[in-house]
């Protein structure tokens, strides 16, 4: 059996990508389940653009989790039965696609070969997404009250996790008759797309699709806390992506006076941090629109078993990009995405340059310096 995943915040876009994955491929039917009030599921099946089925559901409890595991994986498991080659699975907006996978992958009987994972968007709406501070359940995009996650977070999260990312008005451009494909709005939000997830492969109406081309341990590197990927090269356009790295701890004071100054206009933050409050701990940091926050991620390479008796052996690759031969992986690594005209590559190596500890600082005892940043709280 051959699946694809198909997550988005608009069911427009959601629609409109599943009905063009159907088409991809022989023997496929395509399933569209959406998460109403009262815990009431919406499933809807197609042939050849052709309803087969629509029928509703009441869970117990209903969340988008166990919407996943008792009707969205039991209808891919019913199909495959039904002697259907492909099934595109349209997920409720919301539901995240590495969740839909993790439970697909451990609830089916029979074995499942995950050919695309799959976000669907209209880039007008992304630069809003990214800064709205409104929860999912806020602005109406699902049913739990209990979902805190902003769009921005659930949009990076899926951008981490998907291959293919496929563009299309959204509902609102729909309903106001607007055709923005091909607009400077449409292409900037392309361009921030482009920086956001340089990994995938944005396909657009006449964009090429390429079947087949998930890979589940790249999703899972691409989305551990802490790791860094960036744009291979620079190129012209509205949105940038400024990547820096520091070699020495970090003064825990004046880094907490300057994450604000990074924070600031700044779309996507992500990285790890190297702080002399807690040197042997890898703590990684993220901010996503409107909020940052921090966490530990445990010990870094140089400072485990791994690290001190393997190397460079074990561990997650991106750690090993600079591996220095007295601190290891250990040091601090961050990247900006925003717009182009907001960041500046020179005042951002400055300011995280100067958090860093000074030759004399380096001499003291680490442990003077206090608290690391209580990495557990949202600043």
Known sequence: MHLTVVSSLDSQCREAATERLGRSHANSVVVLHDLLDGSLVLRRIYRDGQLLERETTVLEHGCLSCTVRLDVVPTAERLASCGYDHVVLGLPPGVAAGMAVAELRGGLSRPAVIDNSVLALDPVDLDDHMWDRHTLFESGFTSMPQDERTSGEFLIGELGHVD????????????????????????AGVDLLGQLAPHANVVGQAGTFRPGCFDDSEAAARNRPGVVRVPLAETPGPFRTVLHKAGRPLHPGRFRDALPQ?????????????????????IAVQGIGPRVWLESTGNWLADSAEGIHGGKAGGDVDAFLDWHPRHGDRGTVLALTGRSEDLDPNEIRDLIDSCQLTEAEME??????????????AL
């Open 164 to 187: 293919t990312v496929m563009v299309y008005l959204g509902l609102g451009a729909v309903l106001s008759g607007d055709t923005g494909a091909g607009s400077e709005p449409w292409m």
């Open 262 to 282: 990074l924070a600031i206009g700044t779309h996507w933050l992500r990285g790890r941090l190297w702080i002399a409050s807690a040197p042997t701990r890898r």
């Open 364 to 377: 003291v005892d680490f442990g003077v310096w206090g608290d690391p940043l209580e990495p557990s709280d």
